[in-house]
């Protein structure tokens, strides 16, 4: 009787272990392959080889983001090309590679660069606006 107990249990926790495994991380959605309710605008560039020796095919720009709600980005990287951001309206949430996230609110500004890898969300009711600066790989 208590093999029979043993073998139940074991197979309550086997099966436990292989829905847990399946879960994904920290109770996050995968990342979006393709943008969904975002537009970007790029307001204005720099070509940066021009003014600093060294940074020949780099360009300094700024975008504004509009995200939607429900609207998302893709997954990126920013190795080699950092940022700054400024969110003007609603809340950005940015979930990074390593499974956290982060909200960024109106009037609230954040930054990236080397060994960054995320991607944007608007989980809000209304349209979320971000000025984005990034030097960025010559357009």
Not at 59 to 69: G, S, V, Y
Not at 74 to 81: A, D, K, P, T, Y
Request: aromatic share 6%; charged share 20%; with cysteine.
């Amino acid at each position: 009787m208590n093999a029979k107990r043993i073998v139940a249990f074991s197979a309550c926790v086997g099966v436990l272990l292989l829905v847990i495994g399946f879960w994904p991380a920290n109770g996050q959605q995968g990342a979006p392959s393709e943008f969904k309710g975002q537009m970007k605008d790029v307001l204005a560039g720099i070509d940066l080889g021009s003014e600093i020796d060294g940074m020949d095919g780099r360009r300094l720009r700024m975008n504004r983001i509009t995200t939607e709600p429900g609207g998302k980005g893709v997954l990126h990287s920013h190795n080699n090309r950092p940022y700054v951001m400024h969110v003007l309206q609603g809340t950005v949430t940015i979930h990074s590679e390593d499974g956290s996230t982060k909200e960024v609110k109106a009037g609230e500004s954040n930054y990236g660069g080397k060994g960054i890898t995320h991607w944007a969300e608007n989980k809000g009711t209304e349209n979320s606006i971000v000025i984005s600066v990034d030097i960025y790989p010559g357009e």
